[in-house]
Nanobody
Framework: VQLVESGGGLVQPGGSLRLSCAAS????????ASWSRQAPGKERELVAR????????NYLNSVKGRFTISRENAKNTVYLQMNSLKPEDTAVYYC?????????WGQGTQVTVSS
């Protein structure tokens, strides 16, 4: 199982970024997927979750209306579109999936929101 995130970077407040997570080594379309983030000195928190069929979505309250999670099962990829970014969104963003009782994580991608 491998998850590889990309798309992070430095963006000004109010800007946008789209994160991608490419999955391999398992039947991606059979499992839900999630994005989580961890800011310096803070605990990791769940940002968004999507079911395997892409129908049910869940979001952290603070990102509702600004972030959108989506997936393309044909490309084994899950996305996180982030708009109206705020300095408090600065964190390392991770994608992960749970297979059975095991969580699999990517290496993370840094998002920095600063002027």
């Amino acid at each position: 199982v491998q998850l590889v995130e990309s798309g992070g970077g430095l963006v000004q407040p109010g800007g946008s970024l789209r994160l991608s997570c490419a999955a391999s080594g398992f039947s991606f379309s059979s499992y839900g997927a999630s994005w989580s983030r961890q800011a310096p000195g803070k605990e990791r928190e769940l940002v968004a979750r999507i079911t395997r069929d892409g129908i049910r979505l869940n979001y952290l309250n603070s990102v509702k209306g600004r972030f959108t999670i989506s997936r393309e099962n044909a490309k084994n990829t899950v996305y996180l579109q982030m708009n109206s970014l705020k300095p408090e969104d600065t964190a390392v963003y991770y994608c992960y999936t749970r297979i059975g009782v095991t969580d699999y994580w990517g290496q993370g991608t840094q998002v920095t929101v600063s002027s």
